[in-house]
């Protein structure tokens, strides 16, 4: 069974795969397969049953998992090691029963439709008392760690603890309520919409801006300009406008960019504290074309070097002309 | 001038670079380049003059520096952001007067040339009271980072802030110090040399281990056994056998691996108070290949996914029948 395993100095967590292990010959020439329609496994996967389905959205089981919440959490030691089995869910969220690739290219109501299924799903596994955090991401395009191309699909993982950088992200925002009595993220969103100089695009309740401190060309952070900590009941009522916010982003992307990869990540209070985040934690979503590889040496620092400054990504952004 | 700019949510600092900015269109088809000797920009710079030279290892200032030492350092608000100008100081270490592209391929000798100038180097760089922390590290090959390959080069790069990552790994440390009296790592020295399952190889003063929380396929750190927090001073009088098991190390993945791109990072303790992480932090070397591109996910949430269990890692690499 899979593990997760914790790094004793920093305290990240890790999942070591297992069972799904590939040989190490394989990391030398990994392959990466484009699928057409008739050999697509997610159009054979939408035909049959899944854990949950509404409005053409599906969401199946992994079938490599690499989580299972068949036995219960529980941390072991293993010499000043941390570790458990890999406990939790992975789920696979087919977007659309047809073979279209990019979320870019779907209608607003499709995309409407999986922000609502990540929203169902969260409120489901949050009754799971060993849930601690539910992640919510996608990765489009090889350079953004997907191996078959062809079919739009995001994942939803539900882990025992929570992720290094969400509690970064909370204790930080934390720290700045407690010092100014205001939220970070909504101060944030008032500064950015007045100097405006990297504001990629808004509509009433979303802003979508390059953050002041971009660790990547063209990093785009979707802010919801209303105060919520917590997806699932933030985007009640909003979820039309955060659908059309994300396919204008997206087409941004698609056309200025030459349809790069990309990844996004819902961030969202951690499920069983959601009421101590109330005030002071706002969630967003992260979106981020992977385009360079620049500065490896950042994975072991942490020390980002940005080639480009975010109100140049901003501005190149802006002036896309987007057409579906 | 290129600027330090702080993310106010988690306190990461990245170097957003403006002069040498590309434009956002360079992005779209990053191009690398590998060059025979003949149009080698190293091979020109090595015969003119450098800030410093020895034993034909020649460190010069980056042609394009990122950072800037002719400014005093000095933070300012922007709003609720931080900022100051990218203050410090952005060198090259040609590793050899001769056309040669991996360090694997160097002589020991020249490896321990190489390590001595980072010491040496660092050793001057202190002496700034602008300086919190020097980093020294490796981008070989273009998924590494490299966009111009051909000649066995590094990067030494001294800023006036803490990494991120610098300040976790020594604050968990401390923490284990503080209940142990006892260093973190000399016990993983222990714990690893007792149980061999992740030890790659090893000599009279080093050991590699793949670590027990790996983020990344046949990731390395290479450990001293003997305790020093500093980097300057750990490696006095142990040069020949760094050199040796760094040698050994990347001959290990140029033949197992198939000559993969790959980054190193020197981590050693911050420069101004050094004297203050003398008992429980402990240098050593991260030393990892880029193989993949697995869980784009991971860089908004510190969350990995490891395809393969290091144990398998170490046992592969201990395998690979290394010869110059």
Known sequence: MSQLRKDP??????????????????????????????????????????????????????????????????????????????????????????????????????????????????????????????????NYGVAAGSRNIGHARSQIMTVPVLPMRVLDKISGSKKYFDYHERCLFCDMVTQELKSMERVVTQNEDFVVITPFASRFPFETWILPKGHHCDFVEGIKGHEDSLAAIMKDLLLRFKMGLNDPAYNYMIQTSPVKKASSYKDDYHWHIEVMPRLTRVAGFERGTGFYICPIPPEMSASFLREVEIHA
Chains 1, 2 share one sequence.
């Open 9 to 138: 100095i920093v305290g990240r967590w890790t999942i070591i795969a297992t069972e799904r292990a590939r040989r190490p010959a394989a990391f030398v020439d990994p392959l990466s397969t484009t699928t057409d329609q008739k050999h697509c496994p997610y159009c054979q996967d939408i035909a049959s049953p899944g854990v949950y389905e509404s409005q053409g959205v599906k969401v199946i089981n992994s079938s490599s998992p690499i989580l299972d919440e068949s036995k219960p959490f529980e941390l072991r030691g293993h010499g000043l090691y941390d570790v458990c089995h890999s406990y939790g869910v992975h789920e696979i969220v087919l977007e659309t029963p047809t073979h279209t690739a990019n979320m870019a290219d779907l209608p607003p109501e499709q995309i409407n439709a999986v922000m609502q299924t990540y929203a169902l799903r969260m409120q489901t596994h949050r009754k799971n008392p060993f849930v601690e955090y539910i992640l919510a991401y996608k």
